[in-house]
């Protein structure tokens, strides 16, 4: 076997590890290409290439480099076990009246916009894609049931930070999820990010070794998208740049030029037209905007955008 020293300079030997970009794919092509998946194949993950996609991920940033973050990697009869109990304790009816820390509004505390896009979200899922009525509570039951299956992929983790700074330490683990998902992305694997598993977080931590000073943030399903499955097919959309962007820049400045993202972007489309919305900022397809500078050099966001 071909070993190798820790990439963290732990002073371990452990087996040499191929890369995962064995795809080439691109930061660009593995943000398009995530989503979140709800129905995966049997097929196995190797440990090493959940190891791998762990180290690449803790390589994101935290504050200070505090690095709050531990993950809990389930796989076979543990995971089984967990979803067993989980199960159980959802039958039961054992949800939890508070989380572990105010993770999202009580169901009749939610605002505009994000009561809107959290209900076009909810009957695209399970209206348009899977044909459930919202009246249909047992139809809704027997789709959410499925996190706890983690919607059948053959790795679960969960993902803890410690309590301590813990404002800091939620952006910190959001960077490190995010990471490891496009990683995985690179890999071929596909993720499901899933909150649901802190209604049930007294069973989680009965079945798994979390410290008390950490704070479960969420679940993560980790394997092989069953691409045939009609839950492939849900995406959701996106805002605007315009819409969510304010730029601060004089007409002729060149500071934010995109020159850096014009390589290996063929298969993108071509740059949309300028367009200048309101006399105030400029508006990019974000679909596109890897490819339109590649015909187009000279322009700079700069350009195509007003000054306000
Ligand atoms: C922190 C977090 C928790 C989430 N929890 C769940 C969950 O419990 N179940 C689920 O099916 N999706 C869950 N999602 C997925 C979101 O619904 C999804 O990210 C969002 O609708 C955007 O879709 P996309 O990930 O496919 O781009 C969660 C996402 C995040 C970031």
């Known amino acids: 076997?071909?070993?190798?020293?820790?990439?963290?300079?732990?002073?371990?030997?452990?087996?040499?590890?191929?890369?995962?970009?064995?795809?080439?794919?691109?930061?660009?092509?593995?943000?398009?290409?995530?989503?979140?998946?709800?129905?995966?194949?049997?097929?196995?993950?190797s440990r090493s290439t959940v190891e791998r996609v762990l180290e690449m991920a803790s390589h994101s940033a935290s504050n200070s480099n505090g690095q709050p973050w531990q993950v809990h990697v389930l796989t076979g009869g543990a995971k089984d076990r967990l979803t067993a109990a989980l199960l159980q304790a959802h039958d039961a009816g054992a949800r939890v009246q508070k989380c572990e820390f105010d993770y999202q509004p009580r169901p009749?505390?939610?605002?505009?916009?994000?009561?809107?896009?959290?209900?076009?979200?909810?009957?695209?899922l399970y209206g348009k894609t899977l044909g459930i009525d919202f009246t249909d509570l047992v139809g809704r039951d027997a789709h959410h049931r499925r996190n706890y299956e983690f919607f059948g992929a053959p790795v679960g983790i969960f993902l803890t930070v410690s309590r301590h700074q813990l404002d800091s330490a939620l952006i910190d683990a959001g960077l490190f999820l995010q990471a490891t998902m496009l990683t995985a992305r690179a890999a071929g694997l596909d993720t499901c990010p899933q909150a649901s598993f802190l209604d049930y977080?007294?069973?989680?931590?009965?079945?798994?070794?979390?410290?008390?000073?950490?704070?479960?943030?969420?679940?993560?399903?980790?394997?092989?998208?069953d691409t045939s499955h009609r839950l492939y097919r849900f995406t959701t959309p996106r805002q605007c740049v315009k819409d969510f962007a304010t730029f601060y820049e004089d007409r002729n400045e060149e500071a934010l030029t995109m020159d850096v993202f014009t390589s290996g972007t063929a298969s993108l489309p071509q740059a949309p037209t300028q367009e200048v919305s309101a006399g105030r900022v400029m508006d990019i397809d974000h679909a596109a905007w890897a490819g339109w500078n590649q015909n187009s050099p000279e322009q700079s966001v700069g350009e195509r955008a007003s000054s306000v």
């Open 108 to 124: 009749d505390d939610w605002v505009e916009p994000f009561l809107s896009r959290r209900s076009e979200f909810g009957q695209g």
């Open 201 to 225: 977080y007294p069973v989680i931590r009965n079945h798994l070794d979390i410290p008390d000073d950490h704070r479960i943030i969420c679940g993560l399903s980790l394997g092989y998208a």
């Open 1 to 45: 076997m071909v070993t190798t020293m820790c990439e963290c300079k732990c002073g371990d030997i452990r087996p040499a590890m191929i890369p995962l970009a064995a795809q080439r794919m691109s930061v660009e092509e593995a943000l398009l290409s995530r989503r979140s998946v709800r129905a995966f194949l049997p097929r196995p993950v």
